[in-house]
């Protein structure tokens, strides 16, 4: 599985984006798709993840109610919308691919983007 990660940005503080990670090769709708952030001097951390197949989604407390994580119609892609952003926010953002079921540990990922950098202004 290969993805490509693209949508970050600038914006305002109580903006909002839309990061889209596309995948190709195998059948993506059959794994789990996270997303995760990194800061800098910060360890990477997990975000979101959604499993198609079980209807499932997970997030981190730190956004939930302010993100959302969707699978587009063709199933080789997924969003990562982002509402109310917060300077807190500001990281480079990876899409992930697995198949240990929605997990929060890097490790528990196979596939990764190439990142995304979103950066929240006051």
């Known amino acids: 599985v290969q993805l490509q990660a693209c949508g970050g940005g600038l914006v305002q503080a109580g903006g909002s984006l839309r990061l889209s990670c596309v995948a190709s090769g195998r059948a993506f709708s059959r794994y789990v798709a996270g997303w995760f952030r990194q800061a800098p001097g910060k360890e990477r951390e997990f975000v979101a993840a959604?499993?198609?197949?079980?209807?499932?989604?997970y997030y981190a407390d730190s956004v939930k109610g302010r993100f959302t994580i969707s699978r587009g119609n063709a199933k080789n892609t997924v969003y990562l919308q982002m509402n109310s952003l917060k300077r807190e926010d500001t990281a480079v953002y990876y899409c992930?691919?697995?198949?240990?079921?929605?997990?929060?540990?890097?490790?528990?990922?196979?596939?990764w983007g190439q990142g995304t950098q979103v950066t929240v202004s006051s």
């Open positions: 992930a691919a697995g198949n240990r079921g929605i997990q929060i540990g890097i490790q528990d990922y196979d596939y």
């Open positions: 959604n499993r198609w197949a079980a209807g499932s989604t």
